[in-house]
């Protein structure tokens, strides 16, 4: 049995095919610039995109990945130098901190509003309660694998939530390292 509707499950499968392949024809790019970085940081943020950022050729690299299911490609960007303003968040939760479904579960962390090329904002986000986070070495980096990957899954399906701590750390990863 479908977990959705029989047309909004061929819907979704389009939609995943269709991110597979968008996928595939950005890590073949990728491959051919020779876009190799050691470490990588991918962060999804609330509207189901993701941004990732590398340290690559004393600079900042940026690959900044659409929303499930649009017609937006991936994007990469290289910057020498990054400009960003850093947000804090901080919901406190209420009623049972979203416990059987009573009140809604607090959120703390920061957005790193990040300036693009063109003037617009790719938003790093780093919030525990809201957000994913993956950050894997070149080898386990499944976005830059030019094969396909099995059951067309979702390379933001591997992310992982914020925990408090995690989030703590990477930010400070983020300060430290990525965006310096």
């Known amino acids: 049995m479908p977990l959705f509707d029989m047309e909004g499950e061929a819907r979704r499968k389009a939609n995943l095919k269709s991110l597979e392949d968008k996928r595939l024809r950005f890590a073949q790019e990728m491959e051919a610039k020779g876009f190799r970085p050691d470490k990588m940081l991918f962060c999804s943020t609330e509207d189901g995109m993701f941004v990732g950022v590398a340290r690559w050729q004393d600079g900042v690299a940026l690959v ?11 994007r990469y960007e290289f910057h020498d130098h990054v400009d960003f303003e850093k947000e804090e968040i901080y919901e406190k939760g209420t009623g049972l901190n979203g416990m059987f479904g009573f009140g809604r579960k607090g959120a703390s962390g920061y957005i790193y509003h990040i300036t693009l090329h063109d003037g617009s904002v790719a938003p790093l986000c780093v919030v525990h309660g809201r957000t994913s986070w993956l950050e894997c070495d070149y080898k386990r980096n499944g976005l830059l694998k030019s094969k396909r990957r099995r059951g067309d899954s979702n390379f933001i399906w591997d992310f992982i939530p914020f925990e408090r701590e995690q989030s703590r750390k990477a930010i400070e990863r983020i300060d430290n390292y990525y965006l310096i």
């Not at 900044?64 to 991936?74: A, L, M, Q």
């Open 64 to 74: 900044i990945g659409p929303r499930f299911g649009s017609d937006e490609d991936f």
